[in-house]
């Protein structure tokens, strides 16, 4: 079976950093699109940034310039590097593999 499983999430303060993984099992992520989500408490679930198999990355505009997507084929991980943390980035991340399957999430509470 497919398993998602996110960490590196914790509490900063505003203007520091995370990285996030998402280590996948059951599946190769190579040939796969990967996906980080965040839901905050009584909010939809968004789109923070995604990576194509070919390495094409998109972001949401809030993130721009402070996030960074990327993939280790040989890890089987997708990351996310966050920067200059805003208490606004405060949420549950996910990540999404090939649209379908999602980890359990992992908290980022930023504080001011």
């Known amino acids: 079976q497919v398993q998602l499983v996110e960490s590196g999430g914790g509490s900063v303060q505003a203007g520091g950093s995370l990285k996030l993984s998402c280590a996948a099992s059951?599946?190769?992520?190579?040939?796969?699109?990967v996906g980080w989500y965040r839901q905050a408490p009584g909010k939809q679930r968004e789109l923070v940034a995604v990576i194509t198999s070919g390495g094409t990355t998109d972001y949401a505009d809030s993130v721009k310039g402070r996030f960074t997507i990327s993939r280790d084929n040989i890890k089987n991980s997708v990351y996310l590097q966050m920067n200059s943390l805003k208490p606004e980035d405060t949420a549950v991340y996910y990540c999404?593999?090939?649209?379908?399957?999602w980890g359990q999430g992992t908290q980022v509470t930023v504080s001011s």
């Open positions: 999404l593999l090939s649209y379908t399957y």
């Open positions: 059951g599946t190769m992520i190579s040939t796969k699109t």
